[in-house]
């Protein structure tokens, strides 16, 4: 369920953090280790090893939502960021020019837009930061190619990320989204301000009527 922020850099390769590019057990600082494990009595392969950790997980999550079934969703202890966060992401390979990076945001109504280099994820931007990018390095700024402009920082998690977590990362690093990658190292979906934005306002609709 560990969080990570990415630094600025160029849309080369993928900017992932390495937990999320063969991501097994998690992050390793939130493990104590338990003895020494011997190779030669562990016969599992590295995909049997995968799948029993990913069914641990879907178990331990679906679990969570029958329990929690009656509870409010900001009102609950542990909400994983798979609950509230959008599966809708958009994005253009870190070769299309600033011009397409807007044009894209324009046509399909968002603020956020993944940046993939072939197959990988290269960076995640937003249209404030993308304005002001553009404010500061003149007109013919529209022109430039991703790839060669560094940029910003961006929050990565997993579908079981605590989401309450997530909200107090975002606000320290001053970032009003982060994306959400799966087992697999690919996007699995957008969390954003606003999607917190909605569950507290719907969570206010609620005390209202009561």
Known sequence: MSIFVSEPGRPIGTRLPEAFRSRRVGNVTELTESGAISAGHSEATDAEFQQAANSGRHRALQEYGAAAAGERMEERIYLPVSGICSPALYSVPATAS????MSSMEDNGIHHLVIMAEKNVAGLIDLRWLLTWLHEHGSDAMEQILTHIELPAFLT??????????ARLMLAHQLNAAL????DGKPFGIVTSTDYLKLYASAGRHEGSV
Not at 98 to 101: F, R, S
Not at 157 to 166: F, I, K, M, V
Not at 180 to 183: E, G, K, Q, T
């Open 98 to 101: 600033v011009a397409d990076a």
């Open 157 to 166: 998690a997993s579908p079981e990320t605590d989401a309450h977590q997530l």
């Open 180 to 183: 959400v990658i799966d087992a």
